[in-house]
């Protein structure tokens, strides 16, 4: 029975990590398969912060993942990075193959975004999902607490409000620039996510 299974956790929970090692060990025994990841830092593949990565399907808002799946049949699974990103019409898409093509699929998201809410395609994988795993590697707030909250930073002070969809850099030596402003995410716990307060040293 194919099912639709949705991992969540935040920044440095490992989601890319484990999307990788599913599709490789799937892929080395010959099992076919896609990978798909929609506005990765890096392009048409999904890369791992632990430094490994495999070429990708970068999927635009308007694919129809549907038709795209089932024009590369037989395929016997799909792994989702960023599923975050997906529409709610390309995550019901994604219920489809599952159950209209028998594709196993595996989608990895962040789950709230800098705001503390639900990211759009996040929700839709947890209202639909036959399975939702929270990733279990907690990532930590600098005073040692588990950090929850991916706060934005734009020249380095937190902000609240903005779009939704900037991809910066969770790497804080390589933060980019954006539009002139230094845009960046930390973690952070909820008490210092309200305070605004992203530690001594900076
Ligand atoms: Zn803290």
């Known amino acids: 029975m194919s099912m639709l299974r949705f991992s969540f956790?935040?920044?440095g929970?490992?989601?890319?990590?484990?999307?990788?090692q599913i599709h490789h060990n799937m892929t080395s025994r010959g099992v076919p398969g896609l990978l798909l990841t929609k506005l990765d830092r890096d392009g048409a593949q999904v890369?791992?912060?632990?430094?490994?990565?495999?070429?990708?399907?970068?999927?635009a808002s308007d694919f129809d993942l549907f038709e795209l799946i089932k024009s590369r049949m037989p395929v016997q699974f799909v792994v989702c990075d960023e599923a975050q990103f997906y529409t709610p019409e390309q995550c019901d898409q994604l219920a489809r193959v599952v159950d209209e093509l028998s594709v196993d699929v595996f989608a990895f998201g962040l789950i709230t975004d800098f705001?503390?809410?639900?990211?759009?395609?996040?929700?839709r994988m947890l209202e639909l999902a036959d399975q939702r795993n929270e990733m279990q590697v907690e990532a930590r707030c600098w005073c040692g607490e588990r950090a929850n909250n991916n706060a934005?930073?734009?020249n380095?002070?937190?902000?609240y409000e903005g779009e939704t969809?900037?991809?910066?850099?969770?790497?804080?030596?390589?933060?980019e620039p954006l539009f002139g402003d230094e845009v960046r995410y930390e973690l952070l716990c909820r008490r210092h996510y309200v305070a605004g307060d992203i530690g001594p040293s900076k």
């Open 115 to 123: 705001r503390g809410l639900l990211f759009e395609g996040t929700k």
């Open 156 to 159: 380095g002070r937190i902000v």
């Open 9 to 11: 956790g935040t920044m």
């Open 165 to 175: 969809v900037i991809v910066g850099d969770t790497d804080k030596v390589m933060s």
């Open 13 to 20: 929970s490992g989601k890319s990590t484990l999307a990788l």
């Open 47 to 59: 890369t791992s912060r632990l430094g490994v990565s495999a070429p990708a399907i970068d999927i």
């Open 152 to 154: 934005r930073l734009v």
